[in-house]
């Protein structure tokens, strides 16, 4: 279909825009405003119209490709999704992936009782609940997909911090957590989200998924506010249950690090805040964080200098070490870290991209090809279907909305924390794009190609690893993997610094 850009939907050249809406055409969010003061509303109108012509056909209308855009539809019960891209051969699997954390996001704040909301008042304008602030989270979270490999590798972005200094912080954490009864989590963030610790139940099916780790850093990462006060908020996190709210305290423990603790409960209770203002003044003092405890301690919190230090030169020290080992010029790694006593937790290491990517469309291009190279390495069929070598890495797209049981959601996302109500039906929440990005390794496979400026872009995955890259144009494909191949092993030996196994109770 040969058609000009859209006139109604306006994002920027090199981004996708996200539109949410009810079944009954009721608008919830758009990412970007739309063009020639073009209404929602009436867009909303437009999508709900072709949805509906598409059910009276007895048809189901997932995907509409024109020479410059790619349109995406993503139904979740009541609420139709719309990814709007500005490449026509943009992965499919990624705008799915955008639209299922879209709508996880909205769960986030809202929870999927949302969906008997509309079966009572399909007409209902759920944006007086979907409110400014849940607006700006979201569209925080889509930026983070644009700039970051974190949310399609399905892995959560550590601080890389010294072993001694991490483990300290996990053993007080571990501490104060076994304090009170019902913590579900406690985490320790960075002021861009970033995992410094993490302690979690030791049952696997009350583990805290990355996706719901997303959700959590990336809801403190864009208020910053929140970093400077105490605060007691219910929030959904729907792969471990999206029906009902969990209950997250959160205070930050220093101004000049920005290190803020998260501690999440199922109590709503205004006695189990009190409890965890409590565990907080603990934590401080023993993390040597408050003014009493450094001066009886003589020196200045170890947790408190690492986390300036690696935010002002190691990250940027680490990233030039590596890419020289390699002569990449960017690169993405992701590993599947064990924890002790079942389970694991998948990690990410996402540089940002710089020179020689310094426009937004270079830029968007090396995560294109990195969307383009994740699906080649996984290939679809080898890890959904069978596991026959013919079908490995033939980069065909996963199909994210099939009728098929979504029954390994118990394990590999979905799974129900304690508490949970027993589903008789099968859960509006689905995450197949997640499920199947998160899912480990079967078979190690290779995949590179040239990208439109000559650069090589290559991929290398085995068991609990997959790591990608960009090299520059004067190196071969198989030079470039050999060089991927040393990069891993640097990064294998230093794993100890950039990833950690979560401690559990």
């Not at 279909?1 to 825009?17: A, E, F, G, Q, V």
């Not at 590596?322 to 540089?351: D, M, N």
């Not at 310094?358 to 294109?368: E, F, G, H, N, T």
């Not at 991929?459 to 040393?486: C, D, H, K, W």
Request: charged share 20%.
């Amino acid at each position: 279909m040969d058609c000009p850009p859209s006139p109604i939907i306006s994002p920027p050249p090199c981004s996708t825009n996200i539109i949410v809406l009810s079944s009954a055409g009721k608008p919830i969010f758009s990412r970007y405003p739309l063009a020639n003061n073009g209404s929602l509303v009436t867009i909303s109108g437009l999508v709900q119209a072709i949805l509906s012509f598409a059910t009276s056909l007895e048809t189901n209308i997932k995907t509409i490709l024109t020479t410059n855009e790619t349109y995406l539809f993503l139904q979740r019960g009541s609420v139709f999704l719309l990814a709007i891209s500005p490449s026509p051969s943009i992965s499919t699997n990624y705008l799915a992936l955008l639209l299922e954390y879209a709508y996880s996001q909205i769960l986030f704040t809202l929870t999927s009782k949302i969906q008997k909301i509309f079966q009572k008042s399909a007409g209902f304008d759920l944006t007086n609940l979907f409110g400014e602030d849940s607006h700006s989270v979201l569209c925080s979270l889509l930026d983070t997909a644009e700039s970051s490999g974190s949310l399609l590798l399905q892995g959560v972005t550590i601080l890389p911090l010294p072993p001694p200094v991490r483990k300290e912080a996990s053993r007080v954490l571990l501490a104060g957590g076994k304090m009170i009864e019902n913590t579900l989590f406690s985490l320790l963030l960075d002021k861009k989200g970033r995992l410094i610790s993490l302690v979690m139940p030791a049952q696997i099916e009350n583990q805290l998924q990355p996706s719901d780790a997303h959700l959590i850093s990336n809801f403190f990462a864009s208020q910053p506010g929140l970093l400077a006060s105490e605060s007691w908020l219910p929030v959904c996190l729907p792969r471990f249950n999206e029906t009902g709210f969990v209950y997250a305290y959160s205070a930050g423990l220093d101004k000049e690090s920005d290190v803020v603790l998260v501690m999440v409960s199922v109590v709503s209770s205004i006695e189990q805040f009190h409890l965890f203002q409590n565990v907080k003044s603990a934590i401080a003092s023993a993390l040597h964080f408050d003014l009493a405890a450094k001066s009886a301690a003589g020196t200045a919190c170890a947790l408190h200098e690492s986390v300036i230090q690696a935010n002002s030169t190691i990250q940027n020290t680490l990233v030039a070490r590596y890419c020289s080992i390699a002569s990449a010029l960017h690169f993405l790694y992701r590993v599947e870290v064990p924890i002790k006593g079942g389970g694991k937790l998948t990690q990410t290491l996402s540089p940002q991209v710089g020179f020689p990517f310094v426009d937004d469309r270079s830029r968007a291009d090396v995560w294109k090809s990195y969307q383009d190279l994740a699906v080649m390495l996984r290939g679809s069929k080898d890890y959904t279907e069978n596991d026959s070598d013919d079908d490995a890495g033939n980069g065909d797209d996963y199909d994210y909305d099939s009728s098929d049981d979504a029954g390994d959601n118990n394990r590999n996302g979905n799974g129900n924390g304690k508490g949970n109500e027993q589903k008789n039906e099968k859960d509006i929440f689905e995450a197949k794009c997640q499920s199947f990005m998160a899912k480990p390794v079967k078979k190690r496979n290779v995949a590179f190609f040239s990208g439109a400026g000559g650069e090589i872009f290559c991929g290398l995955n085995g068991a609990g690893f997959e790591i990608y890259a960009v090299m520059p144009s004067n190196l071969g494909g198989t030079e470039a993997v050999q060089n991927l191949v040393r990069l891993t092993r640097k990064l294998r030996e230093d794993a100890d610094f950039l990833f950690f196994s979560p401690a559990t109770w």
